[in-house]
Nanobody, 118 residues
Framework: QVQFVESGGGLVQPGGSLRLSCAAS????????LGWYRHCPGKQRELVAT???????NYADSVKGRFTISRTNAKNTMYLQMNSLKPDDTAVYYC????????????WGQGTQVTVSS
C-alpha cells in the first residue's frame, strides 16, 4: 500500500503563507490523481485541491486563487503552496490518492496542523 507523510504545517498570522509537502512511498504506478484534503474543526473532511498524472489541477472555490498544488514528475512528492491564509483555513491537512470514491478511504495519515490566528 502507498503511504503518505505530510509536513510543513504551523502557526501563521492571517495573510501569511505556508508550503505543505507530501512524501509518498510504495508503488505509485496505479495512481491516476493525487489530492490535498483538510479537516476543519467541527466539519467533515473536504477536498481542497487535486492534480492528475497529466498535471491538470482543480481547486475548491474556497481556496482558488490562493492555493497552488504541484508535484514532482515522479509523483513521489506533492506540494500545496498556501498564500493569503485566513482563519477559516485552520485545519489538519492531509494528502492522499484522489478518485470519485475518496470519501470511502479507510486510511489517512497523521496530517499536518495549520493554524491561522492573530
Amino acid at each position: 500500500q502507498v503511504q503518505f507523510v505530510e509536513s510543513g504545517g504551523g502557526l501563521v498570522q492571517p495573510g501569511g503563507s505556508l508550503r505543505l509537502s507530501c512524501a509518498a512511498s510504495g508503488s505509485l504506478f496505479s495512481i491516476y490523481a493525487l489530492g490535498w484534503y483538510r479537516h476543519c474543526p467541527g466539519k467533515q473532511r473536504e477536498l481542497v485541491a487535486t492534480i492528475t498524472i497529466g498535471g491538470i489541477t482543480n481547486y475548491a472555490d474556497s481556496v482558488k486563487g490562493r492555493f497552488t498544488i504541484s508535484r514532482t514528475n515522479a509523483k513521489n512528492t506533492m506540494y500545496l503552496q498556501m498564500n493569503s491564509l485566513k482563519p477559516d483555513d485552520t485545519a489538519v491537512y492531509y494528502c492522499n490518492e484522489f478518485h470519485s470514491n475518496w470519501v470511502a478511504y479507510d486510511y489517512w495519515g497523521q496530517g499536518t496542523q495549520v493554524t491561522v490566528s492573530s
